[in-house]
């Protein structure tokens, strides 16, 4: 019993060692992989290179560096572990391969029109105890080819429904497509990636569903491809979308304001696709006058007349479909405008030469200026910038004349004597007349300007001259008198101041007679005496 506990007590110091020695291992194994990947990281004799991304056809360039060295070469290896570079000295027969720079610590190598078979790893190595590695990977990318769109050959009808496919190969990765209407991007359905069983690049389709209407005609469909290898918009295909619908139609007069007797035509105009080619003109409820003609697209009227008056409809067919629309054609009078203005007659028993009636001038109207009364034509004519619509009478009253009215001045005259008063012309009141009360008349237009026509001014004594006329006449008279009266006196005092510096008169006759008690003493003072006469000079000046 004693024996078996001192065997126990010995064996478990041992099994006590044993896991003592595997802490010791463990310990040792991690400080050396500690120890390891410091000296690897810090090691100026590790290799260092950098990844690179190149398209199909472009040029990378493979860089590799050391810190320190040991007198040992640098070497460039491609995906096949063939020796691409050994320091200065080309290894592999490939034109595409060239040097750029090789020292001691760095060696810089280019592959120009890269394929897709050049994708993959590179190695660079430096040839110390231990060699050391470094890899740079290069990848390739295929680049996609210009998309294609089919599904629309021909032109489709409104209201359809049309189905477009895109498709574009050749990419690496795959591409990623994107449709447009008229710059408007249209959402597709997900895109279709196969792979390409000969090269490792692949092939995308993308489709496009919609409802064409007339709108969409002409419209540019573009399909435009995704891919890191290319810019935006350098792969990008369009097409014109066309659409056949019927035609709309909207008929276009010559003028707004057709007039009785003049020559007049009705346009129809229509848009569709195709073109519409045939026109069909009618008359609702009736045959065409016998004076227009139908021309295409016009309907030509030789002379308008009232009998035209009606709706006329046009209906225009281009094979896909017919439009047709209605037009309201109203001829006017041959002296209508477009805004009337009625004028009233008035009895000649009511009205003078020298008195108007002024009740129905608005308020607005006070200190316009009425044009004269015209002797020599058989009505009024007063410009509507003096009466505006709301002076008309109404037809069931008649105009009643004021007991006294002034006589109107001409604009001339109230320009140059605003002060001057005419005197009033007055004329005792009408009495009642008989005759029917003022009606609205045809207005009479000239130049464009409406006048109102008053019967019975005639009745007045035609040989008589307008009062404004007189006074037009008086006051240029008056004018020219004071002008004239101006002259005359600018002449007489530049006469007068004329005549006082004519010049001064100077002689040397009786010298010294400022000294001389008289004019005797004077003379004989005088140097020289009597002869000295005829040293006598006159000056004028």
């Not at 020298?354 to 200026?369: D, F, I, V």
């Not at 009408?430 to 005759?435: D, G, K, L, V, Y």
Request: glycine letters at 6%.
């Amino acid at each position: 019993m004693s024996g078996m506990r001192v065997r126990q007590s010995m064996t478990f110091p041992s099994f006590q060692r044993a896991a003592l020695r595997a802490l010791a291992a463990l310990t040792m194994l991690l400080a050396t992989s500690v120890r390891s990947n410091y000296v690897f990281d810090e090691d100026p004799f590790q290799p260092v290179t950098q990844d690179e991304t190149v398209a199909v056809g472009g040029v990378v360039t493979l860089t590799c560096s050391v810190k320190e060295n040991d007198n040992s070469s640098l070497q460039w290896s491609n995906t096949a572990q063939q020796t691409l570079y050994f320091g200065e000295k080309r290894a592999l027969r490939d034109n595409r391969i060239q040097l750029v720079k090789s020292t001691a610590t760095e060696l810089i190598i280019t592959i120009a029109e890269v394929q897709l078979s050049d994708d993959g790893e590179y190695t660079c190595s430096i040839f110390t105890m231990p060699v050391r590695t470094a890899r740079a990977t290069v990848t390739v990318l295929g680049v996609p080819g210009k998309p294609v769109i089919t599904g629309f050959e021909d032109a489709v009808q409104e209201g359809s429904t049309v189905t477009l496919t895109c498709t574009s190969s050749g990419s690496k990765p795959p591409a990623k497509l994107h449709w447009y209407l008229n710059q408007e991007e249209k959402p597709g359905r997900p895109d279709v990636v196969e792979s390409n069983p000969e090269e490792p690049t692949y092939t995308v389709t993308s489709e496009l569903i919609f409802t064409v209407t007339r709108n969409d005609n002409n419209a540019l469909i573009a399909c435009a491809v995704d891919h890191p290898s290319i810019a935006n918009g350098d792969k990008k295909t369009e097409q014109p979308l066309s659409v056949l619908f019927s035609p709309s139609v909207s008929i276009q007069p010559e003028s707004d304001l057709p007039r009785e007797g003049e020559k007049f035509y009705l346009q129809c105009l229509a848009n569709g696709n195709p073109e519409p080619t045939a026109f069909v003109w009618r008359r609702k409820d009736g045959e065409l006058p016998p004076l227009a003609k139908v021309d295409g697209a016009f309907l030509r009227f030789e002379s308008l007349n009232k009998t035209d008056n009606g709706i006329y409809e046009c209906q225009a067919d281009n094979g896909i479909g017919m439009g047709d629309v209605s037009h309201t054609l109203l001829v006017q009078d041959q002296g209508d405008s477009d805004i009337l203005i009625p004028n009233f007659t008035l009895p000649s028993s009511s009205v003078s030469p020298t008195s108007l009636p002024q009740t129905s001038l608005s308020p607005s109207t006070e200190g316009e200026t009425l044009p004269p009364l015209s002797s020599s034509s058989s009505s009024t004519n007063i410009p509507t910038s003096t009466l505006p619509i709301s002076s008309t009478l109404p037809p069931s009253a008649p105009p009643t004349l004021p007991p006294s009215s002034e006589v109107p001045t001409t604009s001339l005259s109230n320009v140059l004597f605003p002060d001057l008063t005419l005197p009033s012309a007055r004329t005792p009141p009408s009495p009642p007349s008989s005759s029917p009360p003022a009606t609205p008349s045809s207005v009479s237009r000239l130049n464009g300007v409406h006048t109102f026509t008053e019967a019975g001014v005639n009745a007045a004594d035609p040989t008589a001259m307008s009062t404004s006329s007189g006074v037009d006449h008086a006051v240029i008279g008056g004018v020219v008198a004071v002008i004239v009266f101006i002259m005359l006196c600018l002449l007489i005092v530049l006469g007068r101041y004329l005549i006082r510096h004519k010049g001064t008169y100077l002689t040397h006759e009786a010298k010294g007679s400022d000294d001389a008690p008289d004019a005797d003493t004077a003379i004989i003072n005088a140097e020289g005496g009597h002869s000295g006469v005829d040293d006598k000079k006159e000056y004028f000046i």
